[in-house]
């Protein structure tokens, strides 16, 4: 423990994915050693907002939590510490200090390790820092090797950045170029993470699967190499990874489908449309039939396997007819889960700037048509799973009495009436009820063939 002295107070809010709630732990991670403990935003003496700048309303939302943060700083004379970090700081730094005198920090996401020295600078200089630099070294290997529990399911970041360039993205402009860590960073990441009790591990990245990271003997892996590698890591019981381009699903990682029994059967692998021409003019340099492949050959390699996917409807131009060119595709390939998006205008990005936008009212309408759909192929892929057999990584109790509680291969959330499992453990159930979010399970003595 450090001393009392030192003990100082921390707050992080984060928006967005997952490799946002990533960053956020490894921000506590780097502020740690500096005495900093995590507490609710009220008893905080710093407070990080960690942003998401994919879809609109990212800077309302954030000026107005900032708004609520100011009457907190000022109720306290000033006394508290203001930063924000994210994709938005990247996007926006100059102007969030110019809208928001009361923010001390501005920090992007590639500067997260200098954390320490950035809040010294302002302490000894009593003025706002801003920091959006893009480093040349990963940043993920300059952060402290020391991590707190993430308990039986752990992130893992192997990869940042996007240089795809899809016309409506604003990543490879937050995250910049795609830069992969090397692969005895990442396998000695993973071995700490079991050692602190992870169970299962994903794999994060922007466009995780055109991971190419530098082997330990110099030469260069792919994907399902380093997935290889961590299969052999004692104690790790399951490894998925996210999130995918079409575009990068080489044969090799197809096959590790097949081979590598710890890979997860469930893969989430955005695809946007289903129209050729709104493909095109997203430039995901693929057609709608690269998809239809995939899919085939995952269900050939792992017949088990179950897909989610990423749609945006209303991109520019997109008529009626690409419209139903989507849910032709949604019907035919049949998802477990999917995200689905208004196409929203990214400034700065290509798409934002075409003359042929989508009324919002014909944007609504399309929303509600395709997630109709897709929940239902979400309950009745639920629905399908009762009667079956399979793992489940226990994470903690129910969230009624005598519950515990854990995850499918599926990554569902699954419940039985027992309240005895610890976190980490793996048993077989046998699922006997399907909720639209979840499944009822009873623990089994069967085994499972392989
Ligand atoms: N508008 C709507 N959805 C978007 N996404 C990314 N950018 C936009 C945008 N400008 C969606 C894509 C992506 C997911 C993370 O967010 O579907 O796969
Ligand atoms: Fe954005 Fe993904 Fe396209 Fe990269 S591949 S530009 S992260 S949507």
Known sequence: ?????????????????????????????????????????????????????????????????????????????????????????????????????????????????????????????????????????????????????????????????????????????????????????????????????????????????????????????????????????????????????????????IAAHRDNPKLMPFLHLPVQSGSDAVLARMNRRHGADLFRRIAGELRAARPDIALSSDFIVGFPGETDADFAATMRLVRETGFALAYSFKYSRRPGTPAADAADQIDEAVKDARLQELQAVLRDQQHEFNRAQVGRSFEVLFTGSGRHPGQSAGRSPYLQPVVVDDADIAPGTLRTVKIVQSNPNSLMASLTQEQIAA
């Open 1 to 253: 423990m450090t001393e009392t002295a030192s003990r100082r107070t921390l707050h992080i809010t984060t928006w967005g994915c997952q490799m946002n709630v990533y960053d956020s732990g490894r921000m506590a991670d780097v502020l740690r050693p500096l005495g900093y403990q995590q507490v609710a935003t009220q008893d905080a003496d710093m407070v990080i907002l960690n942003t998401c700048h994919i879809r609109e309303r990212a800077s309302e939302k954030l000026f107005s939590e900032l708004g609520r943060l100011r009457a907190l700083k000022e109720s306290r004379g000033g006394a508290m510490m203001i930063a924000v970090a994210g994709c938005v700081a990247q996007a926006e730094g100059a102007e969030i200090l110019a809208r928001a005198p009361h923010v001390d920090l501005v920090v992007g996401s590639q500067a997260y390790h200098r954390l320490p020295e950035l809040i010294a600078e302002i302490e000894q200089k009593r003025r706002a820092v801003i920091d959006t630099d893009f480093p040349a070294a990963q940043k993920f290997d300059l952060l402290p090797e020391d991590q707190a529990s993430q308990g039986p399911i752990a992130f893992l970041a192997i990869q940042e950045g996007c240089d795809k360039f899809c016309t409506f993205c604003v990543v490879p402009y937050t995250r910049g170029a795609e830069a992969s860590r090397p692969a005895a960073a990442i396998l000695a990441e993973a071995r700490r993470l079991v050692a602190g009790g992870a169970r299962e591990i994903a794999l994060l990245g922007q466009n995780v699967n055109a991971w190419h990271g530098e082997a330990p003997d110099g030469s260069t892996w792919p994907l399902a190499r380093l997935l290889a590698e961590l299969a052999d890591i004692d104690g790790l019981a399951r490894l998925r990874y996210t999130t995918s381009h079409p575009r990068d699903m080489d044969a090799a990682l």
